[in-house]
């Protein structure tokens, strides 16, 4: 049975950092691209970073493009979600997706696993 449980999603200061942690368990995780959405409240679930199977490339949307980091540690079967100078608009619901191909896509359709997500609230 896959799970992906994520983890440190709280309240937060605008300006302020978290890291966000999405561990695995139940899937060969080195061979499945892993991808961060999220979800603002009455909006459709969004894209915000992804990464290839092995890690050695990763994307981010535009909109946290130079605040936001994806990575992933294979030994470990987790991926993070390094977040830097958050925003209000950051709100949302952080959602972990893993994808049985080597390279990540934005297209939340493709993907085969989901985790339950973790609240992240940036307070201004």
């Known amino acids: 049975q896959v799970q992906l449980v994520e983890s440190g999603g709280r309240l937060v200061q605008a300006g302020g950092s978290l890291r966000l942690s999405c561990a695995a368990s139940g899937l060969t995780f080195s061979s499945y691209a892993m991808a961060w959405f999220r979800q603002a409240p009455g909006k459709e679930r969004r894209f915000v970073a992804g990464?290839?199977?092995?890690?050695?490339?990763?994307g981010t949307a535009d909109s946290v493009k130079g605040r936001f980091a994806i990575s992933r540690d294979n030994a470990k079967n987790t991926v993070y979600l390094q977040m830097n100078s958050l925003k209000p608009e950051d709100t949302a619901v952080y959602f972990c997706?893993?994808?049985?191909?080597?390279?990540?896509?934005?297209?939340?359709?493709?993907?085969?696993?989901w985790g339950q997500g973790t609240q992240v609230t940036v307070s201004s």
């Open positions: 990464i290839s199977a092995r890690g050695g490339g990763t």
């Open positions: 997706a893993a994808l049985s191909r080597s390279v990540p896509v934005a297209a939340e359709d493709e993907y085969n696993y």
